[in-house]
Each structure stands twice: as C-alpha cells, then as structure tokens.
C-alpha cells in the first residue's frame, strides 16, 4: 500500500502544477516538498481536482461523501484547508495568511493518517 500512496504523489507532482495560479507555484510546490519530508507520501493519496490538493487515505483515487480527506486551496496567495475527517476536533475550514506547511496541518494530517486505509 504504501507504494500506491507514494506513486500518486509521483503522479501529481507531473501533472498538478499547470492548474494553478502562476504565483502561486514555488510556494506550493515547497509545500508539497515539505508535506514529503513530514513521511505524508508514505500514508496517504495524493490527487487533485481541479486546483484543490486533496489527500486520503482511499487505497484507490475514487472518494465520496463518506470518505476522510483534507483537501487545500492555493489561491490568491492564500491556504484554505478543507477538513472531511468524521470525529475531528479541528475546524472543517481553515484559512491561512500564506501558503506553509505548519504545525496545525502537521496535526490535521495526522489525524488523517490514524483512519484506516479504504
């Protein structure tokens, strides 16, 4: 399983950058780097739709209404985090200043890590 998660990371990073805003792609681009070094590509899916980085622990690339993922907006220089995780005490929205990786992320993510995979 692991190896899945990490080649939709491998997969995303070929593809996803085009769909952003120009400005915004070293910073996003850092952050994907920095969610990799957290071990994140080696318990989760990587997949986007659209602009929104989304990652899952579905074994396949298909999510639903019941499925837990986090998902990230990059836009306007902003980070808007969208958080589908049944029973988490985080809010369901965040926004962030800037696009970082943090601790509050780092938590959220987590979080995700400890579902089962699907």
């Not at 929104?52 to 579905?58: E, I, P, Y």
């Not at 049944?86 to 929205?93: F, I, P, Q, R």
Request: charged share 30%; glycine share 4%.
């Amino acid at each position: 399983m692991p190896s899945e998660f990490t080649a939709s990371w491998d997969e995303l990073e070929s593809d996803y950058y085009d769909c952003l805003e120009t400005d915004a792609i070293p910073a996003v681009k850092e952050f994907v780097a920095r969610l990799r070094e957290a071990g994140f590509n080696e318990t989760l899916r990587a997949g986007h739709s659209l602009w929104f980085l989304m990652l899952s622990r579905s074994i396949r690339h298909e999510l639903n209404e019941d499925t837990s993922y986090v998902s990230f907006d990059f836009r306007r220089g902003k980070l808007l985090v969208k958080n589908n995780i049944k029973c988490s005490l985080e809010d369901k929205m965040i926004e962030f200043p800037e696009i970082r990786f943090n601790m509050r992320i780092n938590y959220l993510l987590k979080e995700l890590e400890g579902i089962p995979a699907v």
